[in-house]
């Protein structure tokens, strides 16, 4: 009984979540300060870009054509700037469109389901699949590796990465604040607005701070020691399990800072140029900061794991 009915709140809870809402925004430009702190890397400087030519067997959305953005085949490019461009990749549409499981509207979409993993009332309830596609993409690696393709290699550890990075975003293990969201199951409209409004704020202010170079925000990216990484999928899981704790604060938060109309029933976007000074902004800033450090770690421990599939090929 117990089980029933915490499967009909999550159902009506979880299927609210926005559609395109399963990012962090700037995942690559982001990972392209990660990797300014990371020396090795530039010595993959000499790379052949090569056409893709694996057998993969996971759906894809049929419209989904890859695109060569650092160059055309034959060209040089480097592992930097292959895993600084393709850490964005999963989100340009190759997850979309899908059906990859009956539970995957409760999470959004194909897409939601791919990038996000939900536990719920405290991880009895788990939806999603994140981990598993990072774990998906670094076993595709192996194969590319294996082949001694670095192009491929590294775009695939790329995209692995985007969906590591997916998990340290705290909305994306945890939409909002359980009681209030069963407060709200009999308004789906108004509820979607709630998550969504709270949802955007956060990327919205996380995208203003990085373009505009705060010194906190990439120092946070940069000078975060790596986590030792043993298991893709274990990595993966342990960094939901500590982001979703900071859901709830962070809706709080955001109610404070952009005013209780966040919450309302209606879309508002925020202004975070207008965000003032104070107690409240440091302590938003401080868990925005935490789950930046968790991005930047998980970005240099799963490279560091990695790296053992391509530091002896020559
Ligand atoms: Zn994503």
New binding site residues.
């Given amino acids: 009984m117990r089980t029933l009915k915490v499967m009909i709140i999550a159902v009506l809870v979880t299927v609210l979540l926005p559609q395109t809402l ?2 962090w925004s700037l995942h690559g430009e982001m990972t392209r300060v990660v990797l300014d702190s990371l020396p090795w890397i530039n010595r993959y400087n000499n790379i052949t870009i090569t056409e893709y030519s694996y057998k993969d067997n996971s759906p894809y959305n049929s419209k989904y054509k890859i695109a060569y953005l650092d160059g055309n085949i034959g060209d040089k490019t480097s592992a930097k700037k292959i895993l600084s461009l393709y850490a964005d990749e ?2 340009w549409g190759m997850d979309d469109g899908l059906s990859l499981s009956p539970s995957q509207a409760l999470t959004g979409g194909s897409q939601g389901w791919r ?1 996000q993993y939900f536990l719920l009332f405290g991880g009895i309830l788990r939806l999603g699949e994140a981990p598993d596609r990072a774990l998906h993409f670094y076993n595709m690696a192996v194969v590319a590796f294996k082949a001694k393709d670095f192009y491929w290699g590294f775009r695939f550890l790329a995209r692995a990465l ?1 969906y590591l990075q ?1 998990l340290t975003m705290p909305f994306h293990t945890n939409p909002g604040p359980t009681m209030l969201l069963i407060s709200n199951l009999f308004d789906i409209n108004g509820l979607t607005a709630m998550v969504s409004n709270h949802h955007f704020a956060l990327e919205d202010y996380q995208e203003y701070k990085i373009k505009k170079r705060d010194l906190l925000y990439i120092r946070s990216l940069r000078d975060t020691d790596p986590i030792k990484v043993n298991d893709v999928w274990e990595a993966g899981f342990e960094l939901a399990n500590r982001s979703k704790n900071y859901s709830e604060s962070l809706w709080n938060l955001q109610c404070k800072i952009f005013g209780d109309n966040l919450s309302s029933k209606t879309r508002v976007q925020i202004r975070p140029e207008k965000v003032s000074s104070g107690a409240l902004k440091n302590e938003y800033d401080k868990i925005i900061i935490g789950s930046l450090i968790d991005f930047s770690a998980i970005t240099k421990g799963f490279l560091r794991y990695a790296r053992e599939l391509f530091k002896n090929i020559d």
């Fill in positions: 399963f990012a999963p989100d990038h985007h997916d």
